[in-house]
């Protein structure tokens, strides 16, 4: 009897798997449908429509020290010298007291160098980043919060979080059953360390050649649905598909692989409370990165979720862009480019704001709550 609900459930299982590899996927909606989208102002705007200190006196300039590895002779210290123009056009405009954060390769530096700023009672009335960003804010090379082995019942997990923008984590997982397979459960308990840490591919790729090393599979159950007279009968194109299909079938499962972003509170709210204690109320902060004040897209692919963070129901979320979660996270005055920008464009946008000109391509915010204030003084 329980041999015939095996063989039962192996063949629903084997044409759901089929049916799922031959369906394009649906990709999900990237914003919540109950919650209203935010917009950036359309119109051009001076830096005069808002309220906000025109002649700052105390400027905070953050480099971002990390290299694209998109870009083979960039090096990590690019932002630098943009920063040092912005520090003179600072000095000179305004005769302001400029500071900058140095060596800053990790969100960790970031939060000790800005925590000694607080505690000595530093504020500032802008604060500005140059680096690499993305729909999720800044750029840094990924940190490892938490890496560890447990054990729930009979499962054991492992796990490895890491974060390179502020609230985004990268979560990478293998979970697998302690009894089922000494073999297997003992590889994986003695190297899961080393398998976190490889690049997805190669990981998925060595635990599938242990599960076969390891696992027999179930000959009966292959031959039923991928004997060589069955797959001879298959045009080229499905025959690789019906061989996956019957490899995970009728080998019975021994491990779940998963690897994916998830957005924290708890960590974006780390930087947007770090930003609210630095910058004066009517401050500025000015995110110099790539996609800083572009809409999120609505959709995402399963294995990439650009803006999972500003899509997320942080701070009140979601919202259309970083710039606008980041202005409602802080309660200040945020601007940043829309699409992509160089380093020279975001030098001067930022002197261009600074003398009171219009922009186009970058998005400005402040909290509707502030904006009726002052439209109301």
């Not at 905070?60 to 520090?87: A, G, K, Q």
């Not at 305004?94 to 925590?115: C, D």
């Not at 504020?123 to 500005?128: L, M, Y």
């Not at 930087?271 to 959709?299: H, W, Y």
């Amino acid at each position: 009897m329980q041999s015939s609900w095996i063989k039962h459930s192996q063949t629903i299982l084997f044409f759901g798997l089929l049916f799922l590899s031959l369906v394009p996927g649906r990709e999900p909606k990237a914003f919540g449908e109950n919650f209203e989208v935010l917009n950036c102002q359309p119109q051009t705007q001076r830096l005069s429509y808002y309220q906000v200190e025109r002649i700052p006196k105390n400027v905070l300039i953050v480099p971002l020290l990390y290299r694209n590895p998109d870009f083979p002779r960039e090096t990590d210290r690019w932002p630098e010298s943009y920063s040092h123009i912005l520090s003179n056009f600072y000095r000179n405009r305004f005769r302001a007291k400029v500071t900058w954060l140095h060596n800053i390769r990790s969100w960790e530096s970031f939060y000790q160098q800005t925590g000694a700023l607080i505690q000595s009672g530093s504020h500032f009335d802008r604060v500005i980043f140059i680096g690499h960003g993305g729909f999720d804010g800044p750029v840094l090379s990924s940190a490892i919060l938490l890496e560890d082995l447990a054990q729930k019942d009979s499962q054991g997990i492992a796990q490895q979080v890491s974060e390179a923008q502020p609230g985004n984590e990268r979560i990478i997982s293998i979970s697998f059953d302690l009894h089922k397979n000494k073999p297997f459960s003992d590889f994986v308990s003695t190297h899961w360390q080393t398998l976190l840490n490889l690049p997805d591919v190669e990981m998925r790729r060595t635990l599938k050649q242990k599960h076969q090393e390891f696992q027999a599979i179930d000959y009966a159950c292959f031959d039923k649905f991928c004997n060589p007279q069955k797959l001879s009968l298959l045009p080229d194109y499905t025959r690789r598909d019906r061989l996956d299909s019957c490899e995970r079938v009728c080998r019975p499962a021994l491990y779940e692989a998963k690897n994916y972003e998830r957005a924290s509170e708890e960590r974006f709210m780390l930087f947007a409370n770090a930003l609210r204690s630095l910058v004066n109320p009517e401050g500025l902060i000015f995110m110099g990165g790539c996609n800083a004040g572009s809409d999120t897209p609505k959709q995402y692919s399963h294995w990439d979720t650009p803006g999972i963070v500003v899509s997320s129901k942080i701070a009140g979320g979601p919202y259309q862009s970083y710039v606008q979660l980041l202005s409602y996270a802080t309660d200040r005055l945020v601007s940043g480019p829309i699409g992509r920008s160089s380093a020279n464009e975001i030098v001067k946008r930022i002197i261009a704001l600074e003398n009171n000109q219009e922009q186009r391509n970058l998005c400005t915010s402040l909290p509707t709550n502030r904006i009726q204030q002052f439209a109301d003084f």
